[in-house]
């Protein structure tokens, strides 16, 4: 799709629609606007008199122009309440919109810059916004599904400007929000692919072709270069699939101080192993890569926008089968720092997988370290699919990361780390167990992990809630989420100008 900025009379412009906006209680419409409803000869005050548009959030109101305006309609988006509106309510209008224009058969669109007049938001950051939220709230994934016969997909849509001097501060803000969405899409495209389709070594492929696409440094090792690590914890899980594992590193180096390793969970499709779920929605387990989807993704945004920072990503591929050769409860484990691992319950897998991943991103020698995972129900049950919990070592990175979820209009919440929860993972037999129990659950397995950072700053981000939705609502849709693929880029945005700061 077509996203650009162009100079001109949003009343002037032809497209198939036009899109403009009102706020709740506004009853004469200002700006773009009011330019539109000047050249309709007041007809949206009109309709807004007669309470047909009242500009409520989420409201949208068709005005055909009856040959009055070069575009054949109008479209009145509603804004809500001034005092609430902010750039993430602008990305919200914007998927909202893109797909009410969908649904009208526009095949291309024209829209002023919302939150950029009377409500005082930044310019650059509103047409972020509203890239971000047309490209998330349009996306489909129908690789393997025939489309409807006479669907009609907008394909162009243009922020129209009437002050020439912010045309390319607007630019701008449409390009960094085109990579960050293009990012989630990919990663939602890998979450979404079945697991037949996605395998761990289909995974290292995609993720060698977006490295190629964007400029990245990519490796992707087998099971024998694993074997040489002694990455014992990576293969016990392996060892029960018949799909070979892959270890993929991806390198951004845009230099600066500091660097950022993103440690990403690529589970394929989770059966649970020996200790196996329950039928019913297992389906949902091909969606068990998502924390190495958003990382992959990432990068490629980041790679992009080409920050001053140095970022690698690890993604640990494999499946969790339960074949005969699969790790059993009560096998002991040796992750490549030397640890040994009880396994309790072979359903506990990503975090053996990440122990891996997370000993090898800490020999890289990184500033912070920052790992997703989908890896505990757990966190679902603490909070719901609304906000990512996270866990760290380092309040101070928390403190970045916290700010650039803000940023990405995607939540997080942060749990205790109180001494007395290691002990749910205290092992007779071995360092430690892989699991310590239903209380805490999403805590202890952070323990877990934070067993292979060492003294590195730290935090893990638990997403298991909020990896897959079951229906649209504003830059969310059915299926795969993206999430947390803009929060770690606006981390290594924001570490790249300020670097990371003692805790």
Not at 333 to 361: C, F, P, S
Not at 380 to 394: D, K, P, Q, Y
Not at 401 to 424: C, H, I, N, T
């Amino acid at each position: 799709m077509d996203i650009r900025v162009e100079r001109g009379d949003i009343a002037q412009y032809q497209a198939g629609a036009i899109v403009v906006n009102l706020f709740e209680g506004i009853t004469s419409p200002g700006g773009g606007t009011g330019a539109v409803d000047r050249a309709l000869e007041g007809a949206i005050s009109r309709v807004i008199e007669e309470g047909g548009c009242r500009g409520k959030e989420g409201e949208f109101t068709l005005i055909h122009t009856l040959g009055k305006l070069p575009s054949p309609r109008v479209v009145v988006a509603g804004l809500g309440k001034p005092e609430a509106f902010s750039p993430d309510k602008v990305r919200a209008l914007a998927a909202n919109a893109a797909r009410y224009l969908r649904r009208a058969r526009c095949a291309t669109a024209a829209t002023i810059t919302h939150g950029a007049g009377i409500a005082g938001l930044d310019p650059e950051a509103c047409a972020q916004a509203i890239a971000e939220g047309t490209l998330l709230g349009l996306y489909t994934f129908r690789r393997h599904k025939k489309p409807p016969e006479d669907e009609v997909e907008l394909q162009e849509l243009v922020l129209v400007e009437f002050d020439e001097s912010r045309v390319e501060t607007l630019r701008s803000g449409v390009q960094r929000g085109v990579a960050l969405a293009e990012a989630a899409n990919f990663a939602r495209d890998l979450a979404n692919e079945p697991s037949n389709v996605l395998t761990p070594t289909e995974m290292a492929e995609r993720a060698r072709a977006w490295a190629a696409e964007t400029g990245l440094e990519c490796e992707v090792f087998d099971r024998a270069w694993a074997e040489e690590r002694g990455m014992g914890a990576f293969l016990g899980v392996a060892q029960g699939s018949r799909q070979p594992p892959r270890f993929i590193v991806l390198r951004y180096r845009g230099g600066g101080a500091t660097h950022l390793a993103l440690v990403g969970k690529g589970i394929t499709f989770d059966t649970g192993g020996i200790s196996i779920k329950p039928a019913a929605g297992m389906e949902e387990m091909k969606g068990d890569m998502s924390g190495g989807a958003a990382v992959i993704g990432a990068m490629g945004a980041i790679a992009r926008l080409k920050p001053a920072i140095d970022v690698t990503a690890v993604v640990p591929a494999t499946e969790n089968m339960p074949g005969g050769a699969a790790v059993k409860p009560g096998d002991v484990l040796r992750a490549m720092n030397g640890k040994t691992i009880e396994v309790i319950n072979t359903d506990a897998e990503g975090r053996l997988i990440l122990a891996d991943g997370l000993a090898y991103a800490h020999e890289q020698s990184p500033t912070a370290i920052v790992d997703v995972a989908t890896l505990t129900g757990a966190i679902s049950i603490a909070l719901g699919n609304v906000a990512m919990g996270a866990m760290t070592n380092h309040d101070a990175l928390y403190a970045r990361v916290a700010r650039a979820a803000e940023a990405a209009g995607e939540k997080v919440w942060q749990l205790p780390m109180y001494d007395e929860y290691k002990e749910q993972i205290k092992s007779d037999v071995a360092d430690m167990k892989n699991t310590g129990g239903r209380g805490a659950g999403s805590i202890t397995a952070a323990f877990f992990l934070k067993e292979f950072v060492e003294e590195t700053p730290w935090v893990h981000l638990d997403m298991a809630g909020v990896d897959f939705y079951e229906k649209e609502k504003g830059v969310l849709v059915k299926g795969a989420s993206g999430i947390p693929v803009r929060t770690l880029v606006h981390l290594a945005l924001d570490l790249a100008r300020e670097g990371l700061e003692p805790t």
